[in-house]
């Protein structure tokens, strides 16, 4: 049985969150990080949360769906008490900048800051193929994707409990289904596990069913410690060398799978260490903020640089990326203390839907 928290997926948070900024700060700087294949594929740290959500929303809900005590309105308020507060937060503070830039003359892309499009993005539908690209705090897409697919729980549930006694078949039907979409959208030119605004909200569909196959999966069966951690070690290897060596990602993403089913089965152990430290856990927290802050904290701080700091070379250049996530790391805990926590418990005290308690994973899955 897995414990309620399983801490080494918090812990994995943070890891995701800073493989998806690096990739997005890789081109700052005239660094030419983008020259390095684990780099570049740093999109697909979203495909890692995508899968951990799914996870982890099965770990705290499938058993209650089981049960017949499954409140889906209570559920989507909690979900809606997790993400919306920072990103409301973070959107604001895009349209902060951008009003800041007209005022002061400076020049910004017009189809990324259009405000015809701010409806769908409060709506959090802006990844379902109602916007033409990604726009305003642009990481928020995949808030919008986990909103879609929060909708669909009740499908994951279902499959989950249809299949609970061949939980490989389960796993091995999501990873045809993977294939498939792969493959379909590779035909018409597109790149499935890079897609966001432009119906990006499907990407996420094999990527959660993923999440709620694997912990069927370790709800039937357990691995010795032993081999959980080093299969944890193995898929983590994996990916790093199938991405430096810039593989299709038909072949990483099942790595990201196998890495989240073998941490999570590590810590089944009576003392699990495996990425459980305190200060990892906690910056697995904080992970969600941190995705949400790092554009406006990027179109701030190295637009402040270029300003202040135009000589830089060699060592300074290095140093003032690497202050990027200083800075942003800052950025987040100041939103996570203050928005994040406790306007989630704010609205979760004001659930209308409620009619007996909703269970609350103490670290949730999301960006």
């Not at 808030?143 to 929060?150: D, G, Q």
């Not at 199938?242 to 810590?267: H, K, N, Q, V």
Request: with cysteine; glycine share 6%; aromatic share 12%.
């Amino acid at each position: 049985m897995y414990p309620s928290d399983i801490r080494p997926l918090t812990s994995l948070r943070i890891c995701a969150a800073l493989w998806v900024l690096v990739y997005h700060f890789r081109n700052h700087l005239d660094l030419g990080l983008e020259r390095f294949g684990l780099v570049a594929k740093g999109y697909l740290g979203v495909d890692l949360f995508f899968i951990l959500s799914g996870f982890i929303l099965s770990h705290v809900y499938t058993r209650a769906w089981a049960e017949r005590r499954f409140n889906y309105g209570s559920f989507l308020w909690a979900r809606l008490a997790r993400v919306y507060p920072v990103h409301l937060v973070t959107l604001a503070a895009t349209i902060a900048i951008w009003l800041a830039a007209l005022k002061l003359g400076v020049g910004f892309d017009p189809q990324a800051f259009d405000p015809r499009m701010l409806p769908q993005h409060l709506l959090l539908v802006h990844a379902w193929g109602t916007t033409p690209t990604v726009q305003w705090n642009f990481p928020s897409w995949s808030i919008s994707a986990e909103w879609f697919a929060y909708l669909g729980f009740p499908v994951a549930a279902i499959a989950s409990m249809a299949l609970r006694r061949r939980p490989r078949l389960f796993v091995l039907a999501v990873l045809a289904l993977f294939v498939a979409m792969f493959l379909t959208a590779q035909e018409r030119g597109v790149l499935f596990t890079d897609m966001s605004a432009q119906i990006g909200a499907l990407r996420i569909i094999p990527a959660f069913l993923m999440g709620a196959a694997l912990h069927r999966l370790g709800s039937s069966l357990s691995l010795p410690a032993a081999m959980a951690g080093f299969g944890a070690l193995a898929a983590t290897a994996w990916v790093a060398i199938a991405a430096s060596l810039r593989l299709s990602d038909l072949y990483i993403w099942p790595g990201l799978a196998m890495l989240i089913f073998c941490l999570a089965e590590t810590s089944k152990a009576a003392k699990p260490r495996a990425m459980s430290a305190p200060a990892l856990v906690y910056l697995g927290e904080v992970s969600y903020s941190l995705y949400m802050v790092h554009l406006p904290v990027d179109i701030v701080y190295f637009h402040a640089l270029e300003k202040l700091a135009p000589g830089l070379s060699g060592a300074g250049i290095a140093l003032a990326w690497a202050g990027a996530f200083v800075a942003c790391q800052l950025a987040a805990m100041v939103a996570y203390h203050l928005v994040e926590r406790p306007a989630r418990n704010w609205l979760r005290g004001r659930d209308p839907f409620a009619r007996r308690p909703t269970p609350e994973p103490a670290h949730e899955p999301v960006l």
